[in-house]
């Protein structure tokens, strides 16, 4: 890579260690470093036990905000609504449509309470309800994220979240219009400048002022990843994420051009990021190598993006578009796109991805921003087991049990065998007590 004299690796999965050589580099254990490790348990100790004195020190730390109160850190509505009244007619519209997207997009996804009446009069059933206060975290540190507000901010209210607290790092109190007119456009309720540990510890424990939330939501850089990792049981979370990633699986119908610039939209997030081609075609790959060496010099997070590419991105010839498929299944990628002409038969065959993007319109950078589908994904092979943030988040469900007079005598005597059956004689006798002598 000219920019840097760091080039994108080139491997060949029909190599004899090919498979070890991927698992190194899928490997990935961001917070497992020391050094983060410590700083997160100092701040979660230290926000825990003094509150918003903390959170001011640490904010004036990292974030050069120099402050003597909390409440000079949490925004009026009066601010988010000059924010969108700010921005021209363009950015509001984008913000509004795409808003408006994801919104249709996840309200399919909210679940109903359900019940059912069994013959004897016995009632089973599922209640549904929104989640009553959660914290949003929105990145703020190396970028800013006006479309992580409407990912998380819009399933929070379709599922009808009582009180939605956004946090978010402006360092040097900068703060990104875009991100505050989201909170607006969302009707986010209260939003507080602040990033990082701190945040989510703030959110976590709550301080003198800002209430203790049940659960926290959104990604973030290593510190924030390793906060929500600890705070987990205190306060649920959503995941642990980890630094972006994309798989192009190609048969080198495409262009390279776009194909290059789709691996550059994930690496420009962090040197961290992964970007990852998987191509049939040995010239095609050429083809896209040499698109990345044209095309870096003119990106303006070059620097990020060869960094990134260097250390964690791969081009891979693969033998045939089933062990494309193979190989993207071990990957478990947060976005896979199929740059194919036709697409649609091998949807089937891929079973971990965060999400899928058909054919070589559907690039990610739509998905990111406006297609509808939420862009927090699961990261570091977590798609294996793990789905993207959705309504479902917000929810929370409680089984409803109403057993009948009728249905007490049948299931008493089951629960009385079974109990006697474990050596718990009180639960036998509390069901045996409701049978008719
Ligand atoms: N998965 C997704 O959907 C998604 C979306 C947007 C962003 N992201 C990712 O989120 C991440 C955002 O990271 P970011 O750094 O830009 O913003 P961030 O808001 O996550 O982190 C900034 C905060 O980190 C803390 N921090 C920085 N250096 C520290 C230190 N030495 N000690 C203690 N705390 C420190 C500071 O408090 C600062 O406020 C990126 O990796 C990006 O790829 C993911
Ligand atoms: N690609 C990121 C998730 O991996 C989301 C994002 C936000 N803005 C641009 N991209
Ligand atoms: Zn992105």
């Given at each position: 890579?000219?920019?840097?004299?760091?080039r994108?690796?080139r491997?060949d999965?029909r190599?004899?260690?090919f498979?070890?050589?991927?698992?190194a580099?899928?490997a990935?254990e961001?917070s497992?470093?020391a050094r983060?490790?410590?700083?997160?348990?100092?701040i979660?100790g230290?926000?825990r036990?003094?509150?918003?004195?903390a959170?001011?020190?640490?904010?004036?730390?990292?974030d050069?905000?120099?402050?003597?109160?909390?409440?000079?850190?949490?925004?009026?509505r009066?601010?988010?609504?000059a924010?969108l009244d700010?921005?021209?007619?363009e950015q509001?519209e984008?913000l509004r449509?795409?808003?408006d997207r994801?919104?249709i997009y996840?309200?399919r996804q909210?679940?109903?309470s359900?019940?059912y009446?069994?013959a004897?009069g016995?009632?089973l059933g599922?209640?549904?309800?929104?989640l009553?206060r959660?914290g949003?975290?929105?990145?703020?540190?190396?970028?800013?994220y006006?479309?992580?507000?409407?990912?998380?901010a819009?399933?929070?209210?379709?599922?009808?979240?009582?009180?939605?607290?956004?946090?978010v790092?402006?360092?040097n109190?900068?703060?990104?219009?875009?991100?505050l007119?989201?909170a607006?456009?969302t009707?986010?309720d209260r939003?507080?400048?602040?990033?990082?540990?701190?945040?989510v510890a703030?959110?976590a424990?709550?301080?003198?002022?800002?209430p203790?939330v049940?659960?926290i939501?959104?990604?973030?850089?290593?510190?924030?990843?390793?906060?929500?990792r600890r705070?987990?049981?205190?306060?649920g979370i959503d995941?642990?994420a980890?630094p972006s990633?994309?798989?192009?699986?190609?048969d080198?119908?495409g262009?390279?051009d776009?194909?290059a610039?789709?691996l550059f939209?994930?690496?420009?997030h962090?040197e961290?990021?992964?970007?990852?081609l998987?191509?049939?075609?040995?010239?095609?790959?050429?083809?896209?190598?040499?698109?990345?060496?044209?095309?870096l010099?003119?990106?303006?997070r070059?620097?990020?993006?060869?960094?990134s590419?260097a250390?964690?991105?791969?081009l891979?010839?693969?033998?045939?578009l089933?062990?494309?498929?193979?190989?993207?299944?071990?990957?478990?990628?947060?976005?896979?796109?199929?740059?194919?002409?036709e697409p649609?038969?091998?949807?089937?065959?891929?079973?971990?991805?965060?999400a899928?993007?058909v054919g070589h319109?559907a690039?990610?950078?739509l998905?990111?921003y406006?297609?509808g589908p939420?862009?927090?994904l699961?990261?570091?092979?977590s798609?294996?087991?793990s789905?993207?943030?959705?309504?479902?988040?917000f929810?929370?469900?409680?089984?409803i049990?109403?057993?009948s007079?009728?249905?007490?005598?049948t299931?008493g005597?089951i629960?009385s065998?079974l109990?006697?059956?474990e050596?718990l004689?009180?639960?036998?006798?509390?069901?045996e007590?409701?049978?008719?002598k």
């Amino acid at each position: 890579m000219s920019d840097s004299g760091r080039r994108i690796r080139r491997l060949d999965a029909r190599d004899p260690d090919f498979l070890s050589t991927l698992d190194a580099l899928l490997a990935f254990e961001g917070s497992a470093d020391a050094r983060i490790d410590a700083a997160v348990t100092e701040i979660l100790g230290a926000v825990r036990t003094t509150g918003d004195p903390a959170v001011i020190e640490y904010t004036r730390r990292f974030d050069r905000l120099d402050v003597k109160s909390m409440a000079e850190l949490e925004l009026p509505r009066s601010e988010l609504r000059a924010a969108l009244d700010s921005l021209t007619v363009e950015q509001r519209e984008a913000l509004r449509i795409a808003a408006d997207r994801v919104r249709i997009y996840h309200e399919r996804q909210r679940a109903e309470s359900w019940d059912y009446v069994e013959a004897d009069g016995t009632r089973l059933g599922q209640k549904v309800t929104p989640l009553d206060r959660v914290g949003l975290y929105v990145p703020g540190g190396r970028a800013s994220y006006p479309s992580s507000v409407l990912m998380n901010a819009v399933p929070a209210k379709v599922a009808g979240v009582g009180e939605l607290i956004m946090v978010v790092p402006t360092p040097n109190g900068e703060k990104n219009p875009l991100v505050l007119a989201a909170a607006a456009i969302t009707g986010v309720d209260r939003v507080f400048t602040i990033g990082g540990a701190q945040a989510v510890a703030a959110l976590a424990y709550g301080t003198q002022t800002l209430p203790q939330v049940d659960k926290i939501v959104g990604p973030g850089n290593a510190y924030v990843a390793e906060a929500k990792r600890r705070v987990f049981g205190t306060v649920g979370i959503d995941m642990v994420a980890g630094p972006s990633e994309v798989l192009v699986i190609s048969d080198g119908s495409g262009h390279a051009d776009w194909v290059a610039m789709d691996l550059f939209a994930q690496a420009e997030h962090d040197e961290l990021a992964q970007s990852i081609l998987l191509c049939t075609d040995a010239a095609f790959l050429d083809a896209v190598e040499a698109s990345i060496e044209r095309l870096l010099p003119t990106m303006p997070r070059r620097e990020t993006i060869a960094a990134s590419l260097a250390n964690r991105g791969a081009l891979i010839h693969v033998a045939s578009l089933e062990q494309a498929c193979a190989i993207a299944n071990r990957i478990a990628p947060e976005h896979l796109e199929l740059s194919l002409d036709e697409p649609e038969p091998w949807i089937d065959r891929i079973r971990h991805a965060g999400a899928i993007f058909v054919g070589h319109w559907a690039v990610e950078a739509l998905g990111d921003y406006c297609a509808g589908p939420n862009h927090v994904l699961p990261t570091m092979r977590s798609a294996r087991f793990s789905s993207p943030l959705g309504v479902y988040d917000f929810q929370k469900r409680t089984s409803i049990i109403q057993i009948s007079e009728a249905g007490a005598q049948t299931l008493g005597r089951i629960a009385s065998t079974l109990a006697h059956g474990e050596g718990l004689q009180a639960h036998a006798r509390s069901a045996e007590m409701r049978l008719h002598k």
